[in-house]
């Protein structure tokens, strides 16, 4: 049976990845990704035959306007890593997001840019870009008019299951269930949600938006 390391394993993704399987998920007392020590320990003490890196920065709007939260976000999601890539020999699958394909904010771009840490200092690895939400939509609101191909995590981390499976080819894929807007996947579980345009994110975020 392979050794899989899975970081990221209290966060919403990697608690429904542990539940389908025996992953180890050391905690960050063991192994603080922005350590270049705990990591290189923590890589020697398990071997493992792959790494699963799904610990992220995952606000995707406080880093616009906070430069404390920005240099969070830029210091897990690049430096983090570019720590787990240089020290862990094995394979690599990076959980990363759709939104690097147009990356429209700072997330976005860490996010594309811990894509491009992976591609330089791993000798395989695979990217998957995916979304996922929680169940029920935690928003009152959802946005009418862009286009996701992410579900609820309940849904997506069985799929990125089945790809961890797949052969690593130093490849981007992603992982999803079909083109839909946020406001069609959270009517599944709030029939009664409002709709926002898009366009009004790009003046309040959406925390500002959820008071008006």
């Not at 209290?10 to 960050?28: N, V, W």
């Not at 926002?196 to 008071?211: D, G, N, R």
């Given at each position: ?29 063991e192994?603080d ?10 890589a ?11 610990a ?62 992976l ?18 939509f ?17 849904v997506?981390a ?30 599944q ?24």
């Amino acid at each position: 049976m392979l050794k899989i390391i899975l970081t990221g394993g209290s966060g919403q993704l990697g608690q429904e990845l542990l539940k389908l399987r025996d992953f180890t998920a050391p905690i960050r007392h063991e192994m603080d990704i922005l350590s270049e020590a705990r990591v290189k320990i923590t890589a020697q003490k398990y071997n493992p035959d792959i790494v699963i890196h799904s610990a992220a920065y995952t606000n995707t709007s406080l880093p616009e306007s906070d430069p404390i939260e920005a240099y969070h976000c830029y210091q897990t999601n690049v430096i983090g890593t570019r720590n787990i890539a240089r020290f862990f020999k094995c394979p690599i699958i990076l959980i990363s997001t759709e939104t690097c394909l147009n990356p429209y904010n700072f997330y976005a771009i860490t996010k594309l840019q811990s894509e491009n840490e992976l591609k330089l200092y791993a000798d395989k690895y695979k990217i998957i870009r995916t979304s996922f939400r929680e169940r029920p939509f935690e928003y009152p609101m959802a946005f009418y008019d862009m286009y996701t191909i992410g579900d609820y995590v309940d849904v997506i981390a069985p799929l990125i299951v089945k790809e961890i499976d797949k052969p690593i080819e130093n490849n981007i894929v992603y992982v999803g269930t079909g083109v839909k807007t946020p406001y069609d996947l959270a009517k599944q579980t709030k029939p009664n949600i409002k709709k926002v345009s898009y366009k009004m994110f790009k003046i309040a975020p959406m925390e500002e938006l959820l008071t008006i």
